[in-house]
Nanobody, 119 residues
């Protein structure tokens, strides 16, 4: 099992920045990728960004390209999401997730952290 602990959410004005962290523990040797998802009120959960653990390749949703950056410190089993130029529409609960080797979808989820962007 992999346990995930997120931190870094909060309230910020539009145009501001936040950095989210997601620390993994447990079966970290099985991690293939880490992702950040978000879910706004009344909307479905959507993927924001993802990173391949071993090679570092990244993927971003079109809505955050050029503003958000996902990175990972594999030695610390931690992934980060740097969010710049935040917009009110970025307001959501942000979740990190781990995909294990051999799996095609997230296997473990964090508890979520609230990000609120005021206009």
């Amino acid at each position: 099992q992999v346990r995930l602990a997120e931190s870094g959410g909060g309230l910020v004005q539009a145009g501001g920045s936040l950095r989210l962290s997601c620390a993994a523990s447990g079966r970290t040797f099985s991690i293939s990728a880490m992702s950040w998802f978000r879910q706004a009120p009344g909307k479905e959960r959507e993927v924001v960004a993802a990173i391949r653990w071993s090679v570092g390749t990244t993927h971003y949703a079109n809505s955050v390209k050029g503003r958000f950056t996902i990175s990972a410190d594999t030695a610390k089993n931690t992934a980060y999401l740097q969010m710049n130029s935040l917009k009110p529409e970025d307001t959501a609960i942000y979740y990190c997730a781990v995909t294990e080797s051999g799996s095609s979808r997230p296997d473990y989820w964090g508890q979520g952290t609230q990000v609120t962007v005021s206009s």
